[in-house]
């Protein structure tokens, strides 16, 4: 489906612009901040377990479920592998942090379109109890962070019987 304007909601001069054809608009970038303050207002509200921390520039990341573990894979294109941080704090929170940072500026060029994003970065999820998080492996591959979390045997419930005296 092709989202089309309302020449009556934009200036006239935005179409006749020749700029206009290569400048890039987005939107959707103000949705990026109403996030970032609802969970700062309300915390972590949502039953997914997952907040988002908005910058310029937000990881994409795929959560798989198998029999035997959890996984993530994070898109972190052009980002090395010394700018990533994993951490798991007690309370089962993972959280992926980072820095893509911007190229040298390389004087004399003016650019006519820039959509690459840039910043620093944290994503932020909710672990389930059932995972060994002492035992996470993870990779970086093609600008890809994968983190494989082992599921653990849940607890039998045991029963004890207690002598009256």
């Known amino acids: ?19 206009m054809s290569i ?12 996030a970032r303050r609802v969970n700062e207002a309300f915390g972590d509200v949502q039953r997914t377990g997952i907040t988002f921390e908005m910058g310029d520039f937000t990881p994409r990341v795929d959560v798989a479920e198998s029999e035997t573990s959890l996984t993530f894979h994070a898109e972190l294109p052009g980002i090395p592998k010394d700018n990533v941080k994993i951490t798991v704090t007690d309370g089962n929170i993972l959280t992926i942090r980072g820095e893509k940072k911007r190229e040298d500026k390389q004087e004399g060029k003016n650019f006519m379109r820039v959509e690459r994003s ?11 109890d059932n995972l060994n998080t002492d035992a996470i492996k993870a990779s970086f591959d093609n600008g890809v962070l994968n983190i494989e979390i082992p599921k653990v045997e849940p607890a039998k419930p045991r029963e004890t019987e207690v002598t009256i005296q």
């Open 1 to 19: 489906m092709r989202t089309t304007f309302q020449k009556s909601f934009v200036p006239t001069t935005y179409f006749r612009s020749p700029m």
């Open 23 to 34: 400048i890039k608009v987005d939107p959707f970038r103000t949705f990026d901040s109403l």
């Open 118 to 128: 840039y910043g620093s970065f944290a994503r932020t999820f909710t672990l389930p």
